[in-house]
């Protein structure tokens, strides 16, 4: 498998006390007008307060789109969807209950704003995470929720073990020179990956089996509540299970999420997708 070639993410600038954030806005008001060709012009907004805004930002732009980068709650209601970016997962949750950003989106997301959440983006979009990270008090991580479903995080190893892959990838369309039934050339880094799904959720893509880590005493991180372990370390638990293909793509009504980072590739028909999704052409 070859090595992955990407740029690197840009941490974002975090605004400081004098910089304090405006009253929340939990509206999804995003001004949509009417290009000459007749359809509908958008309005992305990327959560900017930490993780690859820049390259989600150039993707959406190469697409005709208008990107902005979020970072106060009033942000929010010039927006027609989102993109929750690859990142820190655990720095996003701190960062944006910090910023005020963190009830507004729950409301949001429940009242049905569009989101694409890209490898920590889809931890912050999950309603479980199997393998919190705690805080020094030991309280649990939290997330904005809206996808009825389990991640576990790192779930795919750590830094020196991201890799890329083809994916077959269900709902994506032809865009620029790619059919929509092309392969995605997916890149993985510390991703996560998706245990369990609700019934609403739909399966996009999956990491078939024999390109999964196993997930024995030379696979994964361990759970000390069931014993298992899932990929990337040393369990410890004496027990070799047979590798599965992992849930790494799913989509829920107005929500989409990967554990890969197609703006880090070139690959633009995810994005093109989330487009579609907010104009309620897919």
Do not use: C, K, L, Y
């Given at each position: 498998m070859s090595s992955p070639s990407f740029s690197a993410p840009l941490p974002m600038s975090v605004?400081?006390?004098?910089?304090?954030?405006?009253?929340?806005?939990?509206?999804?008001?995003?001004?949509?007008?009417?290009?000459?060709?007749?359809?509908?012009?958008?309005?992305?907004g990327v959560l900017a307060v930490q993780g690859d805004v820049r390259e989600h930002i150039a993707t959406i732009e190469s697409l005709g789109g208008r990107a902005i980068a979020v970072r106060r709650p009033s942000e929010l209601s010039a927006v027609d969807g989102l993109i929750i970016p690859g990142g820190e997962s655990t720095t996003m949750d701190k960062l944006s209950r910090t910023l005020g950003l963190a009830d507004p989106l729950r409301d949001l997301i429940a009242g049905g704003l569009p989101v694409y959440g890209s490898c920590a983006g889809m931890i912050m979009l999950s309603d479980v995470v199997a393998d919190p990270s705690t805080d020094r008090s030991g309280n649990p991580q939290q997330t904005f929720g809206g996808l009825d479903m389990?991640?576990?995080?790192?779930?795919?190893?750590?830094?020196?073990?991201?890799?890329e892959t083809d994916l077959d990838f269900a709902g994506l369309a032809t865009t620029g020179g790619a059919a929509g039934d092309d392969p995605v050339r997916a890149v993985f880094i510390r991703a996560p990956w998706v245990e369990k799904v609700g019934e609403g959720v739909e399966v996009l893509a999956q990491v078939p089996a024999a390109e999964t880590p196993r997930a024995g005493p030379s696979g994964g991180a361990s759970d000390s509540a069931s014993g298992a372990s899932y990929g990337g370390g040393t369990s410890g638990t004496g027990i070799d299970l047979d590798s599965v293909a992992r849930i790494v793509a799913v989509r829920s009504g107005n929500l989409l999420a990967t554990s890969f980072h197609p703006e880090v590739t070139g690959e633009r028909r995810v994005h093109e997708l989330f487009i579609r999704m907010i104009r309620g052409e897919a």
């Open positions: 605004p400081g006390s004098d910089d304090a954030p405006s009253p929340p806005v939990p509206s999804a008001a995003g001004t949509i007008g009417t290009t000459a060709n007749g359809r509908r012009d958008i309005v992305v389990v991640v576990r995080r790192n779930a795919f190893g750590r830094q020196r073990e991201s890799f």
